[in-house]
């Protein structure tokens, strides 16, 4: 009797950190790409290169935030993509480059990957 309760302690320990785990990455993907998604926005417009480099700073930071939490959750593969798309984008910024718009959408694309590859699916567990 003893070894079953233990079991369903392990267990139910085991769901509540993988319904956590998930809710963390949902939140936060979610809120990267709304930010990126300003971005792209705020790439219109040339005159914004200095606010478009602050707010990549940010977006930067709020990445090493995540990330530094999200190793333990998530693939590394897949936040190391996203880290090198991320690493390309203030260079294009200040280059002023045609290929802004590109970049974002990548980093925006590997985000909404990292969401969704992490959700608790049947598929995805087994």
């Known amino acids: ?31 990267m790409v ?12 040339e005159n914004l290169s200095e606010e478009l480099e602050k707010s990549v700073d940010k977006l930067e930071k709020k990445w090493d935030s995540f990330k530094s939490k999200a190793i333990f959750l998530a693939r590394g593969d897949k936040l190391t993509d996203a880290s090198f798309t991320l690493s390309r984008i203030l260079p294009l910024i200040e280059e002023k ?27 995805n567990v087994f």
């Open 97 to 123: 480059s045609d290929e802004l718009k590109a970049e974002l959408s990548q980093l925006k694309s590997e985000i909404n990957h990292i969401k969704e590859s992490e959700n608790l699916f049947f598929s």
């Open 1 to 31: 009797m003893i070894r079953l309760k233990i079991s369903i302690g392990i267990l139910a320990i085991l769901i509540i950190f993988c319904t956590v785990s998930e809710i963390f990455i949902n939140k936060s993907c979610d809120s």
């Open 34 to 45: 709304e930010k990126i998604s300003e971005l792209e926005s705020m790439a219109d417009s």
